[in-house]
């Protein structure tokens, strides 16, 4: 009841999304797996075949369909059925079994020590069916043990971050499918004293005109999310988004974004209530995807538009809203206004001061390619708040150049490090700004011999050059038949001093110069 008395009450709303939580689950025992997101919205909705009870130790029974206050090791829950629902088993999972990527097997994160059979009672009136049921007692263990070492009841710290806020009690048939109308979702009485983390926001501008772009994204090394709408079935059964099946990988998109109408981006000036807006439609959240080894949390990306009417001058506090679709407890009191249909909202804020005449810098600011393939590298600069072309102008010289249409080019090959260039924009309208770029350059470039000066002569010392580009420091000399030192290196000269023997052939000869980089160049000459 700790949890309940942390909000007062648990809202019609906030119980319903628990619900759908718990309908989402798709969990089973033994050796199959049903695809976790093969849920509809429609399973929210199923006809319960299932009641829960709490037939020993601690704990509550919510709206029919939420478990709170259990403790592990002392709660025990009774399912009772209908017979008709052909449930054989009762299990306990957690809610990584709704997150997972194609490659991920449900039953991983089913504790098999929890695993209940059903029996069949002639006298038991209990069932939603109200007659011919069958019970299934789950003890929640003192400590879970699932096969996947990341299934954890209750969540970790870092899981309940990320926008898990359960697990979950579950009947499934004796073919390993789950039960429509028989999930619970469970928490424990340790959650209480749980909270998400405050999800958090950083904006690569501090400036700009109004109708400039500002690039949103978390904050550097932050441990917060957007936890309070990051699961992508709950959405489905909010009506939010379509149902989606499982991904490939929880790479480039995993389950998608969190739905636009459950965000929003509000404008404050000091010591104002009313706030402008701007569009969410280019603000993008990642579901939550797990991958079988690890949990990907939300991460916020994307851009917003400055108010065309915002007031220059003016420094605003940014507010990036999310609707809390949690059981944990959302602001109602915050700028993002008050509760939707019973749910809060979780925040982060940044600020921006508003200066007409501004060019803000957009992504990209940073490029990586190869050396390999340095000479070939391009790509584009792009600005916002500017009245029409914006030129370009670089400052100083740098191996990377910008053209005064903001095309970023190589002067040449170039060999692994970082090199950054900058300048200053500008439009017709007088409007200004600055930018940056860098380049990050990995591997190194082939050295390549041009030429070879100095001939060997048998018995006797003899210089010899070898002129080329892309030498990597002082490499070391192999050369058959005679001794060779490297007195003088420089990226594009080699000064060798090599001995041949009196007994030396004359003729064609080779060396092979190993560098530093581990590449190998063969050189001929001649020894007269």
């Not at 957007?226 to 099946?245: F, P, R, S, V």
């Not at 001061?353 to 501004?358: A, E, R």
Request: aromatic share 6%; hydrophobic share 40%.
């Amino acid at each position: 009841m700790r949890l309940l008395s942390r909000r007062g009450r648990l809202g019609s709303r906030a119980l319903a999304v628990m619900a759908a939580a718990a309908s989402s689950l798709l969990v089973v025992a033994g050796v199959s797996a049903v695809p976790a997101g093969a849920a509809t919205a429609g399973r929210a909705t199923a006809a319960p075949v299932c009641s829960a009870a709490i037939s020993a130790g601690p704990g509550l029974v919510v709206n029919g369909t939420i478990i709170v206050g259990a403790v592990g090791g002392s709660t025990q829950v009774t399912l009772d059925c209908n017979q008709s629902s052909q449930a054989a088993l009762a299990v306990e999972a957690t809610l990584l079994a709704s997150l997972g990527a194609a490659n991920v097997v449900p039953t991983g994160e089913v504790d098999t020590s929890a695993l209940a059979q059903f029996t069949p009672s002639a006298t038991d009136t209990h069932c939603p069916a109200g007659s011919s049921c069958e019970t299934a007692t789950v003890a929640i263990p003192a400590t879970y043990s699932a096969s996947d070492p990341n299934a954890q009841c209750p969540p970790t710290q870092a899981q309940v971050n990320a926008g898990i806020f359960g697990c979950a009690i579950a009947a499934v048939t004796a073919q390993n499918t789950p039960v429509a109308g028989a999930e619970f979702l469970l928490q424990y009485a340790s959650q209480a004293l749980t909270t998400p983390a405050n999800p958090t926001i950083s904006a690569l501008q501090s400036t700009g005109a109004p109708g400039s772009t500002v690039n949103i994204s978390d904050a550097a090394g932050a441990s917060g999310y957007w936890w309070g709408d990051a699961i992508q079935l709950i959405q489905a059964n909010e009506g939010l988004a379509a149902a989606a099946t499982p991904p490939a990988s929880c790479a480039a998109g995993g389950y998608g974004n969190v739905p636009t109408p459950t965000l929003s981006v509000l404008w404050y000036a000091p010591a104002s209530t009313t706030p402008l807006l701007s569009s969410t439609s280019n603000v993008a959240i990642s579901n939550d995807c797990y991958t079988g080894k690890a949990l990907v949390p939300p991460a916020l990306s994307g851009t917003i538009t400055v108010p065309a009417n915002a007031a220059s001058g003016t420094t605003y506090d940014v507010f990036l809203c999310e609707l809390d679709l949690t059981p944990y407890p959302g602001s109602t009191t915050s700028a993002c206004g008050p509760a939707v249909n019973g749910a809060g909202w979780i925040s982060a804020s940044f600020p921006f001061t508003v200066k007409s005449g501004v060019i803000s810098q957009n992504l990209p600011l940073s490029g990586a390619t190869t050396a390999a393939s340095s000479s070939h590298f391009s790509t584009q600069l792009v600005t916002s708040g500017a009245t029409g072309a914006v030129t370009y102008t670089q400052s100083g010289s740098s191996k990377v150049n910008v053209s005064t249409t903001g095309q970023v080019t190589t002067s040449g090959p170039l060999n692994a490090g970082t090199y950054t260039v900058s300048g200053t924009t500008s439009d017709a309208a007088g409007d200004t700004g600055t930018f940056t770029f860098s380049l990050s350059v990995s591997g190194s470039l082939r050295p390549v011999v041009h030429g070879v000066h100095g001939t060997a002569v048998p018995g006797h010392l003899a210089v010899i050059t070898v002129l080329g580009a892309n030498f990597v420091g002082r490499p070391t000399v192999s050369a058959p038949g005679a001794r060779v030192v490297v007195v003088n290196a420089s990226p594009t000269r080699l000064i060798l001093h090599l001995f041949a023997s009196a007994k030396f052939a004359r003729g064609r000869h080779f060396l092979i110069l190993h560098f530093t980089n581990r590449t190998t160049v063969r050189v001929n000459y001649t020894a007269l």
